[in-house]
């Protein structure tokens, strides 16, 4: 779907998180920093580099280790949303994509469902906009359910089940199981941490030139090493 920018859609989810996000301290920087080092032990370049589903199984975590209650229902509210534009844009380069079907995306030349299938045209199931749909109402119901938090992690780990199902690729390989036992541990811990919110969350997005800027360098980055991206996107 050559009319999707990959590179577009991830600066744009960039800044939609940090607008919800609101400040990047310098401990959930380091955070962000130690979820991309342990991206690379999980799921390392050989296996395809990025994936979300490696992410899924540390940062969590380690936000809770971090934060208070509220302040990580914040971020994984902006997570949450982040991650379902960045998921749209899935749909320039067809990674992640469903398996083969009767209907549903169709994608030629070199796009990753050719690649992947040896095919040119291929249809492809559409799931991307549906694990989109789905990560978006993850990160509502984070919001106004008492007990957001650990519904993120239990919908998480039933959305990477589920996605391996109809996935034309298994997410992290022989490791599909480590992200969906790490969130569950993760729901464990946020139940016997955090006790139910009294209120609903609510957005209040704030837009500052910094993160216009790092959205900026997301999109740059993305589009200039673009063909090197969709190379190692499993995900």
Same mark, same amino acid.
């Not at 310098?26 to 080092?37: K, Q």
């Not at 919908?155 to 992200?179: C, E, K, Q």
């Given at each position: 779907?050559?009319?999707?920018? *990959?590179?577009?859609?991830?600066?744009?989810?960039?800044?939609?998180?940090?607008?919800?996000?609101?400040?990047?301290?310098?401990? @959930?920087?380091?955070? /962000?920093?130690?979820?991309?080092?342990?991206?690379? #032990? #999980?799921?390392?370049?050989? $296996?395809?580099?990025? &994936?979300? /589903?490696?992410?899924?199984?540390?940062?969590?975590?380690?936000?809770?280790?971090?934060? $208070?209650?509220?302040? #990580?229902?914040?971020?994984?509210?902006?997570?949450?949303?982040?991650? /379902?534009?960045?998921?749209?844009?899935?749909?320039?380069?067809?990674?992640? &994509?469903?398996?083969?079907?009767?209907?549903?995306?169709?994608?030629?030349?070199?796009?990753?469902?050719?690649?992947?299938?040896?095919?040119?045209?291929?249809?492809?199931?559409?799931?991307?906009?549906?694990?989109?749909?789905?990560?978006? @109402?993850?990160?509502?119901?984070?919001?106004?359910?008492?007990?957001?938090?650990?519904?993120?992690?239990?919908?998480?780990?039933? @959305?990477?089940?589920?996605?391996?199902?109809?996935?034309?690729?298994?997410?992290?390989? $022989?490791?599909?199981?480590?992200?969906?036992?790490? @969130?569950?541990?993760?729901?464990?811990?946020? *139940?016997?941490?955090?006790?139910?919110?009294?209120?609903? *969350?609510?957005?209040?997005?704030?837009?500052?030139?910094?993160?216009?800027?790092?959205?900026?360098?997301? *999109? #740059?980055?993305?589009?200039?090493?673009?063909?090197?991206?969709?190379?190692?996107?499993?995900?």
């Amino acid at each position: 779907m050559k009319f999707i920018s *990959y590179s577009m859609m991830s600066g744009l989810s960039a800044l939609v998180g940090l607008m919800i996000i609101k400040t990047i301290s310098p401990t @959930l920087l380091g955070i /962000a920093i130690l979820a991309v080092v342990g991206n690379m #032990l #999980l799921h390392p370049p050989s $296996d395809g580099g990025f &994936s979300m /589903a490696a992410y899924m199984a540390i940062l969590p975590l380690l936000l809770l280790c971090a934060f $208070d209650c509220e302040r #990580l229902r914040e971020i994984l509210v902006g997570f949450s949303f982040m991650a /379902a534009i960045g998921r749209l844009a899935c749909l320039g380069p067809g990674c992640c &994509s469903g398996k083969e079907g009767s209907f549903g995306i169709t994608y030629e030349g070199t796009e990753v469902p050719c690649r992947f299938t040896g095919k040119s045209p291929v249809t492809v199931l559409p799931t991307v906009p549906l694990e989109a749909g789905l990560q978006a @109402l993850i990160g509502y119901v984070t919001m106004v359910s008492k007990y957001g938090l650990v519904l993120f992690g239990l919908m998480n780990a039933l @959305l990477i089940h589920m996605t391996n199902s109809w996935r034309m690729r298994t997410r992290m390989g $022989d490791n599909w199981a480590v992200p969906i036992l790490a @969130l569950m541990v993760f729901s464990a811990l946020a *139940y016997v941490k955090c006790p139910p919110f009294k209120t609903p *969350y609510k957005i209040s997005l704030q837009l500052k030139p910094w993160m216009v800027g790092v959205a900026l360098t997301v *999109y #740059l980055l993305i589009k200039f090493s673009l063909h090197k991206v969709i190379s190692f996107l499993q995900e």
